[in-house]
């Protein structure tokens, strides 16, 4: 069997890359149907930014979002991603926080779990892939996907070996900057299936021109299921676009065997929704912009946002060539980190750190100390001995799991949110975004009081 399967990514990785996750529920939820019958391997619903998104920027609960999606989608699979021991977050949680999130999502809805760690430390990844198994659901882990003098070919086979006598249901390629060359990903995902037993899934991006070409040499080289996003949110920073990704394999003996009427429908469907992104100017023409450079620098398209407006705070756009040339430097020093969340903000930080001021490492971030003493996980290379000591001078660094160092927390935010959470998914927002989670669900609780007092007051 030739076949391959899709994941259809445009209601979670798909908005996020190009619209910063601002597809509500209402425009998501009318064309759920339609998308139920295409035979998708899965959708990707949730996870990722939309949870932040939803609270923060479109006063929605997305535990309710999870809840309407599910109510459709009765034939299809649904899938999040989660950040391992950082769940949806930006630091390390405790595992019983871990634990619940994982209940949570799988009782809400979720049947797959694509669980990662951006250090590929898959100490990061343990209470996340016993608490998957232990709730019934398909956990795949993905394996982030870097390019350095540590990133081989072999160091990808090793780790998916590992991945698979973890308890893993399926792998993924992650390749989140979409600089995984078509040939390379060819022998790569050649040699990883020889290795492994469970089915294989590659995840790129379209950034740099190389999104397709890969999708073809994966496919021919075994790749099981691929990541593709519906046209009207497909291309540039966001995946390949499902309709030409599945066009260019019919009447082959790779043919997926999806209706493409039906994915046109889907298409048409977004069209005047995203239209009305590009009117607001959330959906930016540079979205589209394909940067080869990208290959060599390897930075997420937010990450470069990020620092250009760190760079036009201080007056200093002038030197953002200096930044991009400090990078390489900086990722370096530090092991090799890949640049995905948490770490692409935070080297980029450094770097412009680094060049604003006279001394290297003159300045660094809390969260730069942080990983450099071993609280964000084990890094691919030795640190910099030199630039370790200066940082930590006499501090010991930790070698164990990070959040072994983390009591339990649950129970004491669940008290400390007691007058606005109702249920354990309020709790668990509330942990993630501690502030906006606690404004949101206030508002929230005080409106449906207020609704509940007027329905009252009516049939008095």
Request: aromatic share 8%; with cysteine; net charge negative.
């Amino acid at each position: 069997m030739n076949k391959f399967k899709i994941t259809e990514t445009c209601l979670r990785d798909g908005h996020q890359s190009l619209i910063a996750t601002r597809l509500t529920t209402d425009e998501i939820l009318p064309i759920l149907g339609e998308m139920d019958k295409v035979g998708y391997n899965a959708l990707e619903v949730w996870g990722g930014a939309t949870f932040d998104s939803c609270i923060r920027y479109l006063n929605e609960d997305p535990w309710e979002r999870l809840r309407e999606i599910r109510k459709i989608i009765k034939n299809t699979k649904l899938q999040m991603l989660l950040r391992g021991q950082n769940i949806l977050g930006y630091r390390h949680y405790a595992d019983d926080v871990v634990e619940k999130f994982i209940f949570k999502s799988i009782e809400n809805g979720i049947d797959i779990i694509r669980v990662f760690d951006a250090l590929n430390d898959l100490r990061n990844l343990k209470t996340s892939i016993d608490s998957v198994k232990k709730y019934g659901a398909h956990l795949q882990i993905a394996m982030s996907y870097s390019i350095s003098p540590v990133h081989t070919n072999e160091y990808y086979i090793k780790l998916s070996k590992d991945i698979e006598n973890m308890g893993a249901d399926s792998i993924c390629i992650k390749d989140m900057s979409g600089i995984l060359l078509p040939y390379e990903g060819y022998e790569l995902i050649r040699e990883i299936k020889k290795n492994i037993s469970i089915p294989l899934e590659i995840h790129t991006h379209s950034t740099c021109g190389l999104g397709e070409m890969l999708y073809l040499k994966a496919v021919e080289a075994g790749a099981d299921i691929i990541d593709t996003a519906i046209s009207t949110f497909g291309g540039g920073t966001s995946q390949p676009p499902t309709e030409s990704i599945v066009k260019s394999f019919e009447n082959t003996k790779y043919s997926t065997g999806i209706d493409f009427e039906r994915l046109e429908v889907i298409a048409d469907y977004f069209k005047p929704i995203r239209e009305k992104y590009l009117d607001q100017g959330i959906l930016s023409s540079k979205s589209y912009y394909i940067n080869p450079q990208i290959i060599e620098t390897q930075l997420p398209g937010g990450m470069i946002s990020n620092m250009v407006n760190q760079m036009k705070a201080q007056g200093a756009e002038n030197r953002f060539d200096e930044v991009l040339e400090e990078i390489p430097r900086v990722r370096k020093d530090l092991g090799y980190p890949p640049l995905v969340t948490p770490l692409s903000q935070m080297v980029g930080t450094q770097a412009v750190m680094n060049i604003l001021s006279k001394e290297k490492y003159k300045m660094v971030s809390k969260e730069i100390k942080d990983y450099i003493k071993g609280l964000y996980g084990k890094p691919p290379a030795e640190i910099d001995s030199d630039l370790k000591k200066k940082i930590l001078g006499d501090e010991e660094e930790i070698t164990c799991r990070p959040a072994d160092l983390i009591e339990n927390e649950f129970l004491k935010f669940k008290e400390e949110s007691a007058s606005f959470a109702k249920n354990d998914e309020d709790v668990l927002s509330y942990i993630l975004f501690p502030q906006i989670a606690k404004n949101f669900l206030e508002k929230k609780y005080n409106q449906n009081d207020k609704q509940v007092i007027n329905i009252n007051l009516e049939f008095n």
